[in-house]
């Protein structure tokens, strides 16, 4: 399937200063998902957005969906040590019969330095 | 609630061996799946299942990768004979997306296969 495009693949912040993770499809989505991994843990879900031009906000994160359903973001405002780890995004595309496919983009990985 | 329980938790193998994963899902959650995560790299699917159905497994390599899930609850991934190149964390996943609306995914730990 048609793999999401994030960028970037790394950031190193210091405590403090906001992140931005960019998800882009070249086809439009569904929905697209977030998720986060701990080092050394599993995913975990964040959020789902479904609507075109949606945005929903998580205490000091932001999620946004775009107008056209091909790009997303996540925001989160001033990080904290206990943000660290890896942003995946996943979209979801129809693929026919009444099912879904769900495809992991390769993920953000953030540092926070304290 | 208990959620998702995979075994073992670590496997260290030779190549040629066969080694078996097992997931138990977050019970009623219809659909599950099988992910592998190489390092520093987001999950691929490996194949899906609606109940004991795999709707989903094109990306299942066939000639050495099995699964099954029967009697819809609990499933088994199976590798045999097992190579270098299939060092990852194999990660099971289920939700209660019903087949057509796309849920959230609630993972397990992940079992961490090393082929030397």
């Known amino acids: 399937g048609q793999q999401v495009m994030q960028i970037p693949q790394y950031q190193h912040v210091q405590e403090g200063e906001d992140f931005t993770t960019y998800c882009n499809s070249s086809t439009t989505l569904s929905n697209i998902q977030w998720y986060k991994q701990r080092p050394g843990g599993h995913p975990v879900f964040l959020i789902q957005l479904v609507k075109s031009g949606e945005v929903k906000k998580q205490k000091r994160l932001t999620f946004q969906f775009g107008e056209a359903k091909k790009n997303s973001s996540l925001h989160i405002t001033a990080t904290q040590t206990t943000d660290v780890g890896t942003y995946f995004c996943a979209e979801t595309q129809y693929s026919g019969a009444g099912s879904y496919q769900l495809t992991f983009g390769k993920g953000t990985k953030l540092s926070v330095i304290p | 609630e208990a959620g998702v329980v995979q075994s073992p938790r670590y496997k260290i193998i030779e190549k040629k061996q066969p080694v078996a994963f097992w997931c138990n899902p977050i019970s009623g959650h219809n659909t599950l799946y099988w992910y592998r995560q190489n390092l520093g790299q987001g999950p691929e699917l490996l194949i899906r299942?609606?109940?004991?159905?795999?709707?989903?497994d094109s990306q299942l390599p066939k000639d050495r990768f099995s699964a099954e899930r029967l009697k819809g609850v609990d499933s088994t991934l199976k590798i045999q004979p097992a190579e270098l190149g299939d060092s990852a964390v194999y990660l099971c996943a289920s939700s209660n997306a019903n087949g057509r609306a796309q849920g959230e995914l609630f993972f397990g730990e992940g079992s961490r296969l090393t082929v030397l």
């Open positions: 299942y609606e109940n004991e159905e795999a709707v989903d």
